[in-house]
């Protein structure tokens, strides 16, 4: 099974959503973790991984050619776990990673008020 794992500095606890944001919606994961994210964010990042350049043969290779599209490539699954590893990491602020079995997509952003799926489509 292929394993997501999101981590930046967006997640921090505390933040405040826009008020279209429901944190209430709390069905991919257990209710403790409404502090963390909801499940439009959830959504917004594996969509947008799944639906990546790479995948649909849209990213320019260094030659300059066109990437294939990748037809056989997995699609990603949602993991609350790795949700949870996600935000201890932001939340140390740490960009070393800590975990080398796990694959990450990181990236810190320096506004901690930016919309959580505008956060999505900028990794």
Sequence with gaps: MARMK???HSLNEGV??????NLVLNQMCEK??????NDDIRKTF????????VAQGKAKM?????????VMMRRLTYECSLEL????SAKRCEDA?????????RIMLPNTNVDFSFAAEQV
């Design 62 to 70: 260094g030659n300059g050619n066109m990437a294939r599209q990748a």
């Design 46 to 53: 594996l969509n947008l991984h799944n639906k990546s350049k």
């Design 85 to 88: 590893s996600a935000y201890r």
């Design 32 to 37: 403790s973790f409404g502090k963390i994210s």
């Design 97 to 105: 990673v800590g975990n080398t079995t796990i694959a990450e997509n």
């Design 16 to 21: 405040n959503l826009p008020a279209n944001k």
């Design 6 to 8: 999101w981590s930046g």
